[in-house]
T-cell receptor, first 111, second 115 residues
Framework: GESVGLHLPTLSVQEGDNSIINCAYS??????FIWYKQESGKGPQFIID?????DKRQGQRVTVLLNKTVKHLSLQIAATQPGDSAVYFC??????????FGTGTRLLVSP | GAGVSQSPSNKVTEKGKDVELRCDPI?????LYWYRQSLGQGLEFLIY????????KSGLPSDRFSAERTGGSVSTLTIQRTQQEDSAVYLC?????????????FGQGTRLTVV
């Protein structure tokens, strides 16, 4: 099945820093993208979404940027906190309704 | 309930046995997904149900895997003749409409261990 089977890259930051997590998506037909946060032992949790008619969307301490030209998505977390430590996944909707996840990134925040 | 509920939370089974994993989606959600997550890895799509449409089974890894959704609500993922490589966390998610429109909410998952 469609999957990401690679070992997860890790981003280590200090508390208070801004974090940027990147994701390359695969299908130029995708028109809806979501970032999920997954803490150890839990299911993924929605963070923020963006549609393909936008290139930027802001939430509380988070911003998602979409570059359709190079099929790139990024998640920016402002003033990163230890509670932000988790694995972050981007997801896209190629074709129709299916939600396909990209390679996750482990974020480690040091106090 | 308030969220997606999966049961059991943990399941240990012997190689060759069949297992059934259950997912109770959020009430009113028409879309339901099953994913598999191996240790330290990403989410592998398995199957997607949307309303009364034929399910998208394109992610099921073999014919030992099947899933059904009764009455447009509860779903059961069945793995027959389990193998050790089936060991993973199986995650279920539901959304109000299709993936292109609304966010999917995930359950806590069922951790399957095949010994």
């Amino acid at each position: 099945g469609e999957s990401v089977g690679l070992h997860l890259p890790t981003l280590s930051v200090q508390e208070g820093d801004n974090s940027i997590i990147n994701c390359a998506y695969s299908n130029s037909a995708s028109d809806y993208f979501i970032w999920y946060k997954q803490e150890s032992g839990k299911g993924p949790q929605f963070i923020i979404d963006i549609r393909s008619n936008m290139d930027k969307r802001q939430g509380q301490r988070v911003t998602v940027l979409l570059n359709k030209t190079v099929k790139h998505l990024s998640l920016q977390i402002a003033a990163t906190q230890p509670g932000d430590s988790a694995v972050y996944f981007c997801a896209e909707t190629p074709g129709f309704q299916k939600l396909v996840f990209g390679t996750g990134t482990r974020l480690l925040v040091s106090p | 309930g308030a969220g997606v509920s999966q049961s059991p939370s943990n399941k240990v089974t012997e190689k060759g046995k069949d297992v059934e994993l259950r997912c109770d989606p959020i009430s009113g959600h028409t879309a339901l997904y099953w994913y598999r997550q191996s240790l330290g890895q990403g989410l592998e799509f398995l199957i997607y149900f949307q309303g009364n449409s034929a399910p998208d089974k394109s992610g099921l890894p073999s014919d030992r895997f099947s899933a059904e959704r009764t009455g447009g609500s509860v779903s059961t993922l069945t793995i027959q003749r389990t193998q050790q490589e089936d060991s993973a966390v199986y995650l279920c998610a539901s959304s109000l409409a299709g993936a292109r429109n609304t966010e999917a909410f995930f359950g806590q998952g069922t951790r399957l261990t095949v010994v």
